[in-house]
């Protein structure tokens, strides 16, 4: 997501069915998910930690 280079960890959803419902605004990386069609994305630890900080 950020191109950095190093240490990695992998954020995974249950089903990408949740990540494209309607009405609801997706951030970045759930776009890249969707446009991918994966359920995991590598990301670094500190992108991973804003991905699930700004989930709930």
């Known amino acids: 997501m ?3 280079t ?3 960890e992998v ?3 249950s089903k990408l069915a949740d990540l494209e419902k309607p009405g609801r605004d997706r951030p ?3 776009d890249l998910m969707v446009r ?3 359920k ?3 990301a670094c630890k ?3 930690e804003g991905i699930h900080s700004r989930s709930r």
Do not use: D, F
Request: proline share 5%.
């Open 40 to 42: 995991t994305l590598v």
């Open 6 to 8: 190093g240490a990695m």
């Open 11 to 13: 954020h995974h959803v």
């Open 46 to 48: 500190p992108c991973h």
């Open 28 to 30: 970045e990386w759930a």
């Open 36 to 38: 991918r069609r994966r």
């Open 2 to 4: 950020c191109a950095r």
